[in-house]
């Protein structure tokens, strides 16, 4: 499933705030990019047939069904079996494709993930990935929003498949992994980050605790948590960023020759725009699923969808599913 | 013991990081500002004697222990009675004192506030209440680290205790009160989030869930949640400002011309830094005991302290203490 040279991604064209416009464009951009990439687009008949007429690597797989934000994400996985994230889903599921991606809703790309393409082997709760700007180097935090109440011996997973997934995505050989808690030294924190420390001390990697502020400054590779705190963190991430942006953009448009200087700035400016821009990652694997499922934000920009699909052929040319595997065993043994 | 003129406040001469000058320079400033203000200040006789000697309004209470960061808290509490966090507590217990302030120990403020002071009648859980800056008003988080662990009737008396709060430091007549979750509809979230949504319903101000994104923006005044997720959003917060504000100062002193340009800005980036700075309230109240506590921040400047006891001398003039009681009683009733 991961060797060919030629990576296979089924794409939700129905999924995203800006479907299927901002989708076709991401795939556009994220074939000519990759000559090896292929994409089957997963959605109306109207709406992938004629686009894969005129896009060379491209195969158009019609549906009949559209899984909308606010049905209920397992009701939807089950009764609509036509729909483009089941399809999507099954074409993994059989091996047509390599991954799937969707900026549907997040909920029915994890219920039918899970349902359709089915758990890896051991694996108690998948969970959602997400690479942070930090810093210094790139941090992946998980679970993001999968699972809002967590056991112990769940965070432990995470980390393993965190430390696969920071291997396979981001290159690291041997990634350091942090608990996060509410303090530095052992025996702090809730019930759930006391047992979880005890579970993780000794498995490769862990480093103990980090804090919030450790969040930012990219001290550790792997920062393990529930899936409640973590979407917590996520969009705060992203609130403060948007917002710090905002403060310093109006600070330079204060006065006509802060706008002077502003414009000389502006090229650095861009630059720091573009490296705490969540879009350079794009989508969030969903770990733990037995093969490679790409959810992105809803409001996925066609640079974050191109993102989405090169972070996904680089997971599966890395193997990160049978990595995921494999380290569960360890951790198991 | 709040409706005199004069507000006396108990000071911690120990505690900090960079005590005991930092706190003495503080309370100076303090004294400075506010001629209605008088300190106690509380700890070994060769810091709190000299210095009382020079300044007016200020009284020595010289004590013979210390508690260090590292102790137990409750352990340290009960057996060292002639601490300065514990002599500070007492003076407010026997109403020698409106309030205390202590950058010392956490633990061990809070844990002799809540055994020395007491709680008021009905509450459940002391919680620590914060003044986070936002694009818009500020706004309280709690709780921000006393409790780890949190039923749903602890966050629904932090919604009363919080906007007590707001009222009393803040201004605001009638707080919006958010509860910080993974969703923004009722039904979502950990099942600690979801059961008290629907404890909170109905209460005054009380507008639904909010999300991580929604704090810096500030969408409501007061914003409730679990001490574990608080702590880690605040401290978060400020590793973002920190971070972010680094990675501005980087690319203004990228290049020769891009430093010209920083030069024409500083005095609206050095206004920005302020809007953003912790600094500005300075200290942290433990809602709930029967007496005004404020924490402050290990790392206190001189600055943080004098904002602190002047945010202590607003509570007090408020009523603070007095208006979370009979908000409990509505809330209990």
Redesign the interface.
């Known amino acids: 499933m991961t060797s060919t040279s030629v990576i296979t991604i089924a794409v939700d064209a129905m999924g995203g705030d800006f479907a299927p416009q901002a989708v076709l464009e991401g795939v556009s951009a994220a074939l000519a990019a990759d000559p090896s990439l292929r994409v089957l687009l997963v959605g109306s008949a109207e709406t992938v047939e004629p686009f894969a007429m005129v896009n060379d690597h491209c195969e158009a797989v019609a549906t009949s069904q559209v899984i909308e934000m606010g049905e209920h994400p397992a009701a939807a996985v089950r009764g609509k079996k036509d729909s483009s994230i089941v399809v999507g889903c099954r074409l993994v599921k059989e091996g047509r494709a390599d991954g799937f991606f969707s900026a549907g809703s997040t909920g029915a790309a994890m219920a039918a993930a899970t349902l359709v393409i089915g758990r890896i082997k051991g694996v108690q709760r998948p969970a959602i990935a997400t690479v942070l700007p930090?810093?210094s180097a790139p941090c992946v935090l998980l679970d993001v929003?999968a699972n809002?109440?967590c056991k112990p011996e769940h965070l432990a997973q995470f980390a393993a498949m965190g430390a696969a997934y920071a291997t396979a995505a981001l290159g690291i050989r041997a990634p350091r992994v942090g608990l996060?808690n509410?303090g530095e030294e052992p025996g702090k924190?809730?019930?759930l980050?006391q047992d979880a420390y005890d579970l993780m001390v000794g498995t490769p990697g862990f480093v103990g605790n980090v804090?919030?502020?450790?969040?930012?400054?990219g001290t550790v590779d792997v920062i393990v948590t529930?899936?409640?705190?973590g979407?917590?963190?996520?969009?705060?991430?992203?609130?403060?960023?948007?917002?710090?942006?905002?403060?310093?953009k109006a600070?330079?448009m204060?006065?006509p020759?802060?706008k002077?200087?502003?414009a000389?700035?502006k090229p650095?400016?861009g630059?720091?725009r573009d490296?705490?821009d969540p879009d350079l990652h794009g989508a969030a694997p969903l770990l733990g699923v037995d093969g490679l499922a790409l959810i992105g934000h809803g409001s996925s920009s066609p640079r974050a969808i191109a993102s989405a699909l090169r972070v996904g052929a680089v997971a599966v040319r890395a193997g990160l599913v049978d990595s995921i595997a494999a380290s569960l065993g360890r951790e198991g043994a």
């Open positions: 930090t810093a929003g809002a109440d996060l509410i924190g809730s019930q980050a804090e919030g502020r450790d969040i930012p400054a529930d899936g409640f705190t979407n917590v963190v996520l969009k705060l991430m992203e609130g403060m960023s948007k917002h710090l942006l905002g403060e310093f600070a330079l204060s006065s020759v802060n002077v200087a502003a000389v700035l650095s400016l630059a720091l490296k705490l």
